[in-house]
Each structure stands twice: as C-alpha cells, then as structure tokens.
Nanobody
Framework: VQLQASGGGLVQPGGSLRLSCAAS????????MGWFRQAPGKEREFVGN????????YYEDSVKGRFTISRDNAKNTVYLQMNNLKPEDTAVYYC????????????????WGQGTQVTVSS
C-alpha cells in the first residue's frame, strides 16, 4: 500500500498549487480520500475530503472557496487544487484513505501518504 503525495513547493501569496496523491496497493475507488495538513508547532488538521461513492466533497471552513478536491479513479489519484494561497496555508500536506467511509477525524483513516511541503511566502 502506498500513497505518494507530490506537487508541493514555494509559492507567493495569492498563488496556486495543485497537489497530487497517487495510490497503489489497494482498491482506490472504494476509499474515501482526505487531505490534512500540519504546520510547524501545530497539530495536524483536516483540510477536506472526497467521498468514495459519489465524489461529493467537504471542506474545512478556512479553505472553502479556495481549495478544491477531485479524484480520478482510473488513475488512482486524488488532487488538491489550492488557489489564492495565504501564508497561513504553509504546512506539510498529507493525503489519506479510509475504506468505504468519508470521514473527518484522522484516526478514521487507514492509510497515509508521506506528505508534501507547501510554503506560502513572498
């Protein structure tokens, strides 16, 4: 089982990044996928998720209207499009998978990726 997150980097405030998370070793289409982030000195927090069954999405309030999660089951990949980035979005971003569930709490996720660093700074 592997979740490989990529696409992080350094971006100026107001800029955009698209993170990808490629899955392997499990039946991706049967897993709800979540994105989390952890800033230095802070606890890991939920960013958003996408349902395994119908593709519906749910977002934490601070990213609503700026971030969009999508998935391509044919490519076993979930995406996090981040627009209008702010310095407070700086964190390591993680993708996670939960079998036949679409959940918020991190302890409900079965598999985790290694994280990708996003830094928003001028």
């Amino acid at each position: 089982v592997q979740l490989q997150a990529s696409g992080g980097g350094l971006v100026q405030p107001g800029g955009s990044l698209r993170l990808s998370c490629a899955a392997s070793g499990f039946t991706f289409s049967r897993y709800g996928m979540g994105w989390f982030r952890q800033a230095p000195g802070k606890e890991r927090e939920f960013v958003g998720n996408i349902a395994w069954s119908d593709g519906r999405t749910y977002y934490e309030d601070s990213v609503k209207g700026r971030f969009t999660i999508s998935r391509d089951n044919a490519k076993n990949t979930v995406y996090l499009q981040m627009n209008n980035l702010k310095p407070e979005d700086t964190a390591v971003y993680y993708c996670a998978a939960s079998y036949e569930r679409t959940v918020v709490r991190d302890y409900n996720y079965d598999y985790w990726g290694q994280g990708t660093q996003v830094t928003v700074s001028s």
